[in-house]
């Protein structure tokens, strides 16, 4: 086998890097992303679940590595406690939730929001080392938002995601439990020119194999793209009521505003409506990453019309098509994270850097600032 060169990064230049990547000079580095090991933060705010698939059955989920279960009380307020009971170990979340207490399935001990046990009922004394770790959750937009890391160093609110319940927007989403590390699924959605390749039979949005330049708006990462006249996707046609063979114009605006999402907004022009119609439209697509199980991670996608109340047949076409795109990455990046574990020379192997890049080296560099903040470094 040949053998490479692999060139370490300088993370103080990273405007430089940037400009190389986007110029596609910068060929043959290996930035750590860590996709085989311990790589997301815990001082911020991940999404836990779908509000709607909380209420007062408990359920399981494995969140950064940590078995997690989430239910609400008796007024509707959401909770999360680290699923295993002190005494011997139970999933709470096999339990039953009564009133503001969830109750072990073992041996019936109780446990506040907070993860104190107030009640054994098999003896009189209660057992004051029983007690189990609390997570804060908060309810924003269409989800379930939760915080794992130090509790005392919550200093911000999630992402605003408001437009998620607005009247004004018809929401829709899906979930996908992909084998894969979070930063591929991460790097995948924030560089959409694969999207001329990999979905060159769904999306059918071919013109989109040049990258626009990514910057940073202080820890978002940002882009804009214009192009030129052509046929919006299938995807997206039947939320804004438009011919999939009518030429429009289209300007994509990215942000990631946390590593645990990001947003692409379809802005759409059409140069010649129809007498009465619209001519401007968006649809925003949501991309949610959050680490489970280790080299695996939940994935809620959303796609929003700024129409209200679409039709349940237009959105039932729309999810069809936007799922069977996204089968396409699922299977895509399963078997690269495999061939990755599997692969003796794992991490060692030549990653070569593209200009189409530079929104994937930012992710990298936000990701490697906030694990150094943690005291910690891939």
């Not at 080392?129 to 915080?147: D, H, M």
Request: overall charge negative; aromatic content about 10%.
């Amino acid at each position: 086998m040949s053998s490479y060169v692999i060139i370490e990064i300088d993370f103080s230049d990273w405007d430089k890097i940037l400009k190389d990547s986007n110029e596609q000079k910068f060929m043959g580095q290996r930035i750590p992303n860590g996709m085989l090991e311990d790589n997301y933060p815990r001082n911020m705010w991940w999404v836990a679940a779908r509000s709607d698939e909380i209420n007062e059955k408990p359920i399981s989920r494995w969140l950064l590595e940590t078995p997690v279960v989430l239910y609400r009380l008796e007024d509707g307020t959401p909770a999360a406690l680290y699923d295993r009971c002190p005494h011997r170990w139970a999933p709470l979340s096999e339990g039953h939730v009564e009133g503001d207490k969830i109750i072990c399935p073992y041996h019936g001990m109780q446990f506040n929001s907070e993860g104190h046990c107030t009640k054994a009922p098999t003896q009189k004394m209660m057992p004051k080392t029983a007690q189990i770790p609390s997570f804060k959750v908060l309810e924003r937009g269409a989800f379930l938002w939760i915080w794992m890391g130090d509790q005392d160093a919550i200093d911000c609110e999630p992402p605003d995601v408001s437009y998620q319940t607005d009247n004004d927007w018809t929401f829709l989403g899906g979930y996908y439990d992909v084998k894969a590390n979070w930063v591929l699924i991460r790097e995948n959605v924030m560089d959409l020119t694969h999207i001329a390749f990999l979905h060159k039979n769904t999306f059918k949005q071919n013109d989109w194999i040049t990258a626009p330049d990514s910057y940073l708006d202080g820890e978002t990462i940002c882009y804009e793209q214009e192009f030129d006249l052509a046929p919006l996707s299938p995807l997206f046609c039947a939320g804004m009521g438009l011919p999939e063979d009518k030429p429009i114009l289209r300007k994509q605006v990215g942000r990631m505003p946390t590593l645990a999402i990001s947003f692409s907004d379809w802005n759409v022009t059409d140069p010649n409506p129809e007498e009465g119609a619209r001519s401007k439209f968006i649809m925003r697509g949501c991309h949610i990453v959050t680490p489970g199980k280790k080299g695996e991670t939940h994935y809620f996608w959303g796609a929003a019309f700024d129409v209200p109340q679409l039709k349940e047949d237009v959105i039932n076409k729309t999810k069809n098509s936007v799922t069977a795109a996204f089968d396409e990455d699922k299977h895509l990046l399963e078997i690269m994270q495999k061939q990755i574990q599997d692969d003796p020379t794992g991490m060692n192997y030549l990653e070569v850097t593209l200009g189409a890049d530079g929104a994937g080296i930012l992710v990298r560099k936000l990701l490697n600032k906030k694990l150094s903040e943690e005291g910690r470094s891939l």
